[in-house]
């Protein structure tokens, strides 16, 4: 079942990094490169894969082996960069309300409307970006339920084979030899730095070339910036994220943000995160919704109980 899934090209840089995590511009920077997100991303992205059957005998380290065989190729760079969640999650968002075709939001809308403080009616294809750019708390409403909680709970690193345990919280990136593959972890808040980091770990001089920033498309960036500025998230939901356990796809390992987050931040970077997000917080959803005792989709199936019996 592999042979339907070589890469048709010598790679020696190997970006498999989360999306919105600065992994375009990783792969535009770098020579003979090849660019995805996580294992389930690289077998969607496949022809041959039907997400309906859903076995696969393989992981992406046996496609790179066989890279490495038919191009003779004595060693393979892997690169991922950390991004921290709730940033992370709303740039996400944005690349999907200007690459997803808008009717997807609408019918995700229509079918959580108990959610929604707004009356959807109002939304339809053709005036979806003008509605919420003088709407803007509803298109942040529309984030919380439609997105946030479900989406981008992964981090590829941790599907790196035989990756130790890493404390970057005090140093600016992490790399590892392992057979044939050299692990490079770098941070995206430190993307400016980037050009300088690689060049040193490669011996060479990169050029950093910036790319998808959600910042600079057009079309969205007005939006985007007036939905940062206006941002508020329920304090349940925060906790919901930060603190419980996610798994997204059997393809792809449990997800905890903290415990990834104590990897990357100090302690009193992460004091101060949760202090920023707190200052934004809003009472949305009852506090007593958020039960330390229950798993993630329990507590989802309390908090979607209350939306629907308060309509």
Known sequence: MIKNYLINKKINNFIYCGGKCGSTTIFNSLKNSYHTHNLLYFLRANKN??????KVNF????????????YNTKNINIYDSYRTPIERKISAFFQHLNTIDIQYFINEIKEKYYYFSFDIKNITK????NYFDKNINHLIEIFWWCFMIHTDNYYPFQ???????FDISNKEYYIQKEK??????????????WNNQLSKILNENIILKNSNLTKEKNNINKLYKNFKENFTIPSVLFKLIMLKNHKMHEFIPICNHLEVMKQFLNENEIIEYFEKWKSKFNNKVPEYLFNENLETNDILKDIDN????SK
């Open 306 to 309: 209350y939306f629907k019996n």
């Open 49 to 54: 894969f039907n997400d309906n059957f859903n």
């Open 59 to 70: 992981n992406i380290f046996d496609v790179l082996n066989q890279n490495m065989k038919k």
């Open 126 to 129: 053709n005036n979806f970006i």
């Open 180 to 193: 044939n593959f050299t692990y490079i972890i770098l941070k995206f808040d430190h993307i400016n730095k």
């Open 159 to 165: 599907e790196y084979e035989n990756i130790k345990k």
